[in-house]
């Protein structure tokens, strides 16, 4: 008999603990107006996830989709997991059906490490490899769903792995005005990561637009660069 989401949910809640549930409830933010308020946890740690993920890594889509609409949010966690490496072995028409999904169910990839471990692998992919228009990118980028921007941020990573950073500054732009500190983060990091593809470009970047960037966008942006290099362009000495 093919195993089914409630066998995942099985498998997740035997390493659940309440000690942890009040951890990652406190680190995920999720008391009230915080960002993940609503979110709910259980209390299984990312190596755990991680484990069940791989006993069930062959199961259907139509039971993963099920299992990424849960509440719970260990349990889409799991689900976006076993997306992502079945995603990794697909060929074109299961990247299809898998890259369908994942847009479809936007709604469910709600908060940070959820956007964070599965945007680029699969979004991202997809639109690099031809089978997703990268449109949706600017429709995402312009979302007033804050998780929505993020995925359009993090989907250029796989870009910028393959050593082009145009959608990269593109989307940073449109970006800049964006007034949450999670995309004030991710910006920032996705800058950052272009800084060692082609450094040249993301510092001229800076420079045109600085008056405009977030103080936190900035210092993940050049955070890895020379120390004084760094003091200079938080202090606008350019």
């Not at 740690?45 to 006993?55: E, L, T």
């Not at 990561?193 to 405009?212: G, I, Q, S, T």
């Amino acid at each position: 008999m093919s195993p089914t989401y409630k066998d995942i949910q099985q498998s997740l809640r035997q390493y659940a603990t309440l000690e942890r549930k009040r951890k990652i409830e406190w680190f995920f933010k999720t008391g009230k107006w915080q960002y993940g308020e609503g979110d709910q946890f259980i209390g299984v740690s990312n190596p755990d996830v991680r484990k069940v993920a791989r006993q069930y890594e062959d199961i259907s889509l139509d039971e993963i989709e099920l299992l990424l609409h849960s509440p719970i949010h260990e349990d889409r966690l799991c689900a976006l997991i076993i997306l992502v490496n079945q995603n990794d072995k697909a060929y074109s028409e299961a990247q299809k059906q898998i890259v369908n999904l994942y847009i479809v169910n936007l709604a469910f990839i709600n908060n940070w490490d959820l956007v964070d471990l599965s945007a680029h692998y699969i979004l991202g992919k997809a639109i690099y490899d031809g089978i997703q228009s990268k449109d949706i990118l600017d429709t995402l980028a312009h979302s007033p769903v804050l998780w929505e921007r993020r995925v359009s941020i993090i989907s250029t990573f796989y870009f910028i792995h393959k050593g082009n950073i145009d959608d990269t500054l593109r989307l940073s732009k449109v970006l800049l005005s964006d007034t949450e500190d999670l995309m004030h983060k991710a910006v920032g990091w996705a800058l950052r990561e272009a800084w060692k593809k082609d450094a040249p470009r993301v510092e001229a970047f800076l420079r045109e637009n600085y008056p405009h960037i977030p103080r936190t966008t900035l210092r993940y942006a050049i955070e890895s660069i020379e120390e004084n290099k760094r003091k200079r362009f938080l202090r606008g000495e350019f």
